[in-house]
């Protein structure tokens, strides 16, 4: 059974703090993907990477960035936490011709 | 573009009542669609694709060309089935990126 782990359920940080959100996989898939979910809007991709190091932006990246230093980690952080970062964030992880696996989710309050 | 449009935010039925959740794609190649399912406090998960072709937990999903649709219907709804649901579009590049709808919640009321 694929296991997508993300670090904490809940977090509460302040406007202007950096913040850190880490995905962990232990399936060896290539891809990994951030997306934020938001009540009528579904989920929306900020990031995904489809090898260690490689990464592309998604449909809503500004504000964020992420790294792959390892294949089975992918992190997302928020440079500058701003109040409309406040949101669900879910980690994705996807083999080859598999669909995507995710993770619990960190609901994430930025104050 | 590519693009994936689920019209109804909330639909409300009562225990076994049939259900229908409608998605409509826009995409110009063969597309694969997926069907994803969140029960409340629960992760995401698939519930079916389109290229299976199968049941689970009495849900089907036709893939329409015609209408570029891909609804989810299920003859009787349980309360169980309460859940939010998002229609999902692989996109065209080999990325495995996927374009999900708006998502719908689905109430079953006993």
């Known amino acids: 059974d694929v296991k997508v782990t993300q670090s904490s359920r809940y977090l509460v940080k302040r406007t202007g703090e950096k913040v850190f959100l880490e995905c962990v996989q232990d399936m060896d898939h290539e891809n990994m993907f951030w997306y934020r979910q938001d009540p009528g809007l579904g989920l929306r991709l900020i990031y995904f990477s489809y090898d260690v190091k490689m990464k592309e932006k998604g449909d809503i990246p500004e504000g964020y960035s992420v790294s792959r230093e390892k294949k089975e980690r992918f992190s997302l952080i928020l440079e500058s936490a701003s109040t409309n970062q406040t949101s669900m964030y879910l980690c994705a992880t996807q083999g080859a011709q598999q669909p995507q696996h995710f993770g619990d989710g960190t609901r994430l309050s930025i104050l | 573009a590519q693009r994936v449009t689920q019209p109804e935010k909330l639909l409300s039925v009562f225990k076994g009542a049939p259900v229908e959740l409608k998605c409509n794609y826009s995409?110009?190649?063969?597309?694969?669609l997926f069907w994803y399912v969140q029960y409340s406090r629960q992760r995401l998960q698939l519930l079916l694709r389109h290229i299976s072709r199968e049941s689970i937990k009495g849900f089907t999903a036709d893939l329409n060309k015609g209408e570029t649709s891909f609804h989810l219907k299920k003859p009787f709804a349980q309360e169980e089935d309460s859940a939010m649901y998002y229609c999902?579009?692989?996109?065209?590049?080999?990325?495995?990126?996927?374009?999900f709808g708006q998502g719908t919640t689905l109430q079953v009321k006993p």
């Open positions: 999902a579009l692989l996109g065209s590049s080999n990325t495995g990126k996927l374009i």
């Open positions: 995409y110009s190649g063969s597309p694969e």
